[in-house]
């Protein structure tokens, strides 16, 4: 499917399954229309769901940016309900996310904080798990350690993270990711978990 002949030839515009089918075969002129029809819709979409712009738009420009990758087939339905179907799952999946990272927070936070009615001993043993969660970060690269303390101890998103340190957010989210995989795997080998 050729994207310039079909844009050059007809008094009609390229269908959808012309489009999806030009952007298949490399042709990345035929993200443009395709966003420009159906843009406004993934945004809406993941702006419903994550109830953040930044959050959607960061969204939206990954939906767009992967979709020559997407497993969509047009014998099997219209494009815009397989953006709309795909971008309400990734927006869930966001949310999802956003979650885990709360609560391992909470966690990481909690295991900072020593309660005064403890005996002497549980005090011991939560002061020792937290040197050892200190020890472990410690282990990490340093981007790794700086954006783990900014978003655990500061509470701050990946997004305002990757702002504050002029980096990709998407390299916030990997060195994220990978950091507390990394943790996580040196406390098991710690703890015996």
Do not use: C
Request: glycine share 6%; net charge positive; charged share 25%.
């Amino acid at each position: 499917m050729d994207f310039d002949r079909l844009t050059s030839t007809g008094t009609e515009a390229p269908t959808d399954a012309d489009l999806w089918l030009a952007l298949k075969a490399g042709q990345t002129n035929a993200l443009g229309p395709l966003y420009d029809r159906h843009g406004g819709l993934v945004y809406g979409i993941a702006l419903k769901v994550l109830s953040h712009t930044q959050d959607a738009e960061d969204l939206t420009q990954d939906i767009f940016v992967k979709l020559p990758l997407a497993a969509y087939d047009p014998q099997r339905g219209s494009l815009r309900t397989f953006l709309a179907i795909l971008t309400r799952s990734r927006a869930i999946d966001r949310l999802r996310s956003r979650q885990v990272a709360r609560a391992a927070v909470e966690r990481l936070q909690s295991a900072q904080v020593i309660p005064p009615t403890r005996t002497p001993e549980q005090a011991l043993a939560q002061a020792e798990r937290a040197h050892d969660i200190q020890t472990a970060l410690d282990q990490l690269s340093e981007s790794q350690q700086k954006i783990l303390r900014l978003a655990y101890y500061e509470g701050l998103s990946q997004t305002t993270i990757a702002e504050r340190l002029d980096t990709p957010l998407g390299t916030v989210k990997t060195h994220s990711r990978r950091g507390l995989l990394r943790l996580r795997q040196i406390l098991q080998e710690r703890w015996g978990n």
